[in-house]
């Protein structure tokens, strides 16, 4: 996240901040007179041949919509539907983690995203995932499921003065809302007291926790035992220190990146410099841009996370099972 949207800076944040009012305005303006021609019916919805369930959110990263839908995947096929993966194609190391997670799953990079839904179907899928996909209106969706991070910001600031692509008063349009923390520990009282008047039903409520460490080739390796170096390039890299903190009290020095960041020959030669011969840490994220310079960053570690569900994985569900029903009723009565 970008540090003047959080209120760092100093003089210079706050002139950032002042700069971007208009914008944000502008941005409040055209993006609600978007969606109000999408909800009178002025612009028309294209709908695909198969159902699609989106996970989107309202901030720019750092939700963990990624490993979301990764999670949400596995639980269809697990149901014995044959779920496909459809995505904008920005942020590439997004699609490489799908791959690599689900790679019987069909992952398609589609930036019409209607024209995805429809390629997916045309591949055999019984179900479409919309990864990021709860502004991307035009596509029709059966469920929204929108994701809210504990460490979302308390003063909701648009694009570009803040992180938020829209305010929690679209959560009205979800079908479920999962609030999302980083470890066991992280505490999502505060978002839930904010976004409650806005919500339809009790969150369900997730925690991405530590599922062990590997190496650059994923093989199994050992968690650092001394001082390391953690580098980041992700949404919320506070969230990851987080994790490390509560996998046996790991703390390291933090080398960060802006999210999505290309790693190239200087960034590894920095990070070597910066790492003077100790432990290296990163996230799967990172790992899968990393991954090319495996010969380079030997003592590299990566931290795996996963879903667990603290409260109401089977309301997710009931929702989930309820519109694949839905359009199997309907598909069967136009027959």
């Not at 591949?123 to 929108?146: C, P, S």
């Not at 969150?203 to 580098?231: H, I, Q, Y």
């Not at 490390?244 to 390291?252: D, H, I, N, Y």
């Not at 200087?266 to 410099?273: A, E, P």
Request: with cysteine; charged share 25%; net charge positive.
């Amino acid at each position: 996240m970008v540090g003047w949207w959080a209120g760092e800076g100093g003089t210079l944040g706050s002139l950032l901040r002042m700069a971007a009012a208009p914008l944000e305005l502008g941005f409040r303006m055209v993006s609600g007179v978007w969606g109000r021609m999408y909800d009178s019916g002025m612009l028309p919805l294209q709908r695909a041949p198969v159902p699609v369930i989106s996970v989107g959110n309202l901030t720019v990263g750092g939700s963990g919509k990624t490993p979301l839908a990764a999670w949400l995947l596995r639980g269809l096929r697990d149901r014995g539907e044959r779920p496909a993966l459809v995505a904008s194609g920005y942020g590439q190391d997004e699609i490489l983690l799908h791959r690599r997670w689900n790679p019987q799953i069909p992952v398609i990079a589609e930036e019409d995203r209607a024209y995805g839904a429809w390629k997916a179907a045309r591949k055999g899928a019984t179900v479409v995932v919309l990864d990021d996909g709860f502004q991307h209106r035009r596509l029709a969706r059966e469920l929204d499921i929108v994701l809210v991070a504990a460490r979302t910001p308390g003063k909701v600031r648009l694009l570009p003065r803040g992180p938020f692509r829209e305010p929690f008063g679209s959560l009205g349009r979800a079908g479920v809302v999962i609030l999302t923390q980083k470890g066991r520990e992280e505490s999502s009282l505060d978002v839930e007291g904010r976004i409650d008047p806005f919500l339809r039903e009790s969150p369900v409520k997730v925690a991405f926790v530590p599922s062990g460490w590997t190496d650059l080739t994923g093989s199994p390796a050992d968690g650092p035992r001394e001082e390391f170096l953690a580098v980041t390039g992700i949404g919320d890299p506070g969230g990851f220190f987080s994790v490390l903190r509560e996998t046996g009290g790991l703390v390291g020095e933090r080398l960060t990146f802006p999210d999505h960041h290309d790693y190239g020959w200087g960034d590894v030669q920095n990070i070597l410099d910066r790492a003077r011969g100790r432990p290296i840490v990163t996230t799967e994220k990172d790992a899968v841009k990393l991954a090319a310079f495996q010969s380079q960053l030997k003592d590299l570690r990566v931290l795996c996370l996963k879903v667990e569900v603290l409260e109401g994985e089977e309301r997710l569900w009931r929702h989930v099972e309820g519109v694949l029903q839905a359009r199997a009723t309907e598909r069967g009565r136009g027959a």
